[in-house]
């Protein structure tokens, strides 16, 4: 797959790519930084600092975005309507709207831990019934991303609790299935992302054989893709799916 038409622009000029280099942007990324399944809480004062910073600067975005795009800000009042769903990771490295230089009303989102898709998820069901049937996305985009603790902890059976096993299971399902493939790969982080990938095609499959999906497919022309977010390179890498 060498274009995508992914709809992630402005609405006169949708971006167009195989990678987005959203090098222009300032954001933190922090690519050593290892993700720790098991932290204490930090109730230092950085909590209520964190809050503080959260509101100042919203109030710098809703200045600038009533001076600067106020035809925008009418029509979102209006309605939305966003050409892509996007299911991702909750990761706060990879905010999409921010790494795919969009607007709000762009993209409609649905996050979680690992960008796992559950068959029986009636959170992540829900979003996609929403954005599909009522919505009309025209195209959904699953993304994975390197340095994903989800994947990193699907490498192992360590137990992280109830809540977090279960919600991991399909994950580390995947990990046993491609158990040879992934045993070849020496490097920790490139056997991560190798996880992270196939857990990206298993969640598209997931996706097309939703009734919903499926419709949609057929009688508008939805399409599904598949994506990795480089941390270290700030981009998206587009993986082959099929449709």
């Not at 992914?6 to 690519?31: E, H, Q």
């Not at 921010?98 to 979680?112: A, K, L, Q």
């Not at 919903?212 to 893709?225: D, F, I, N, S, W």
């Given at each position: 797959?060498?274009s995508?038409?992914?709809?992630?622009?402005?609405?006169?000029a949708?971006?167009?790519?195989?990678?987005?280099?959203?090098?222009?942007?300032r954001?933190?990324?922090?690519?050593?930084?290892?993700?720790?399944?098991?932290?204490?809480?930090?109730?230092?004062?950085?909590?209520?600092?964190?809050?503080e910073?959260?509101?100042?600067?919203n109030r710098?975005?809703?200045q600038?975005?009533?001076?600067?795009k106020?035809?925008?800000?009418?029509?979102?009042?209006?309605?939305q309507?966003?050409?892509?769903?996007?299911?991702?990771?909750?990761?706060?490295?990879?905010?999409?709207t921010?790494?795919?230089?969009?607007?709000?009303?762009?993209?409609?989102?649905?996050?979680?831990?690992?960008?796992?898709?559950?068959?029986?998820?009636v959170?992540s069901?829900s979003?996609?019934?929403?954005s599909?049937?009522f919505?009309?996305?025209?195209?959904?985009?699953?993304?994975?991303?390197?340095?994903?603790?989800?994947?990193?902890?699907?490498?192992?059976?360590?137990?992280?609790?109830?809540?977090?096993?279960?919600?991991?299971?399909?994950?580390?399902?995947?990990?046993?299935?491609?158990?040879?493939?992934?045993?070849?790969?020496?490097?920790?982080?490139?056997r991560?992302?190798?996880?992270?990938?196939?857990?990206?095609?298993?969640g598209i499959?997931?996706?097309l054989?939703?009734?919903?999906?499926q419709?949609?497919?057929?009688?508008?022309?939805?399409?599904?893709?598949?994506?990795?977010?480089?941390?270290?390179?700030?981009?998206?890498?587009?993986?082959?799916?099929?449709?």
């Amino acid at each position: 797959m060498s274009s995508l038409a992914l709809g992630l622009g402005s609405r006169t000029a949708p971006l167009r790519c195989s990678v987005i280099s959203p090098r222009s942007l300032r954001f933190p990324i922090s690519s050593q930084r290892q993700w720790q399944w098991h932290q204490t809480a930090n109730c230092s004062s950085n909590s209520s600092d964190s809050i503080e910073r959260a509101i100042n600067g919203n109030r710098s975005f809703a200045q600038r975005f009533k001076n600067e795009k106020p035809d925008l800000l009418k029509e979102l009042i209006a309605g939305q309507h966003p050409e892509m769903l996007w299911i991702g990771c909750a990761d706060s490295r990879v905010p999409e709207t921010t790494i795919c230089g969009s607007e709000p009303g762009d993209i409609f989102v649905h996050r979680n831990i690992a960008n796992c898709l559950h068959e029986n998820d009636v959170n992540s069901a829900s979003v996609i019934e929403y954005s599909v049937a009522f919505l009309k996305v025209k195209k959904i985009m699953l993304c994975g991303h390197t340095k994903c603790g989800g994947a990193v902890a699907s490498l192992g059976d360590d137990d992280l609790g109830d809540t977090l096993n279960t919600w991991l299971t399909p994950i580390r399902e995947i990990r046993r299935k491609h158990q040879a493939e992934l045993d070849k790969i020496e490097n920790p982080d490139d056997r991560a992302v190798r996880l992270a990938e196939l857990n990206v095609h298993r969640g598209i499959e997931v996706l097309l054989a939703n009734p919903t999906v499926q419709t949609a497919m057929k009688e508008r022309g939805l399409t599904v893709h598949g994506a990795i977010y480089d941390i270290a390179e700030a981009e998206l890498r587009v993986l082959d799916t099929p449709q």
